[in-house]
């Protein structure tokens, strides 16, 4: 399937794009943010400590072990800072 | 339910006359205005990036969570991105009930749900520096607080 994959803040910079499209089978953000490590490391350093991140999924906060069937875009960030 | 993400700058006084213009049926109107810190005079600048599209849908789901707790009749958020500098608003929330209480507990409510629940991130930028700001476990217990 193909996914639009966004980055932020931090996550963004060490990725050195905003935004991706990605090709991949990955069923989950876990197993999606696996096959990306292991492409490059700077997605090896930007995930480094996944407790450190947080995964939307079409743009709704989920968790990293949620279903990735029929979704569009996904976006990996750092716990969020607003107010 | 007044929802406004924006770069351009506000004035506080001046968006709560009109929130409270538009009310009707109110006894109460609460408002919080965050400001940027000046870090003891070191701070140059803050920038202030969002996730264009999820920004708005979460302030949406967080206003409904307060208007399933609470009796409001009015709720406004306004949230600036981009580059502010020193003691600028950064945001403000307010909100609109027949009695005080409500009022009072709903703004407290949308402000700790928005800071860790809004797409949003800060980086604040001084002469030596330009670090993110981190979120703090104080915002986490904060929100648990809530359930």
């Known amino acids: 399937m193909t996914l639009d994959v966004l980055y932020f803040a931090w996550v963004r910079e060490r990725i050195g794009v905003g935004r991706e ?25 930007a995930f480094s400590d996944l407790s450190a991140l947080r995964v939307a999924v079409d743009q709704q906060l989920t968790e990293m072990d949620a279903s990735l069937q029929d979704v569009r875009e996904i ?3 750092p716990p969020m800072t607003g107010g | 339910m ?20 538009v009310q009707t049926g109110a006894g ?3 408002s919080f205005t965050g400001l940027v810190r000046d870090l003891d005079g070191e701070l140059q600048a803050m920038e202030i990036e969002h996730y264009p599209g999820m920004t708005e849908k979460a302030l949406m789901q967080i206003i409904e969570e307060a ?10 958020i306004v949230h600036r ?3 502010l500098t020193a003691n600028e608003p950064i945001m403000m929330v307010a909100t609109a009930s027949k009695h005080r209480k409500a009022a009072f507990e709903a703004a407290d409510f ?9 797409p949003f991130w800060k980086r604040e930028i001084t002469a030596q520096t330009a670090d993110w700001v981190d979120a703090t476990k104080a915002d986490e217990i904060a929100l648990k607080s809530w359930d």
């Open chain 1, 21 to 45: 499209t990605i090709e991949t089978a990955a069923s989950t953000p876990r197993a999606l943010v696996d096959e990306l490590r292991s492409r490059d490391t700077r997605y090896a350093m």
């Open chain 1, 75 to 77: 976006a990996f960030f």
């Open chain 2, 2 to 21: 007044d929802i406004r993400v924006q770069i351009d700058p506000f004035i506080p006084g001046a968006l709560l006359d009109e929130f409270s213009g």
């Open chain 2, 28 to 30: 109460a109107i609460v």
């Open chain 2, 67 to 76: 208007q399933a707790r609470w009796p409001l009749l009015g709720t406004l």
């Open chain 2, 81 to 83: 991105y981009g580059t």
């Open chain 2, 110 to 118: 949308l402000m700790d749900y928005l800071k860790s629940r809004a």
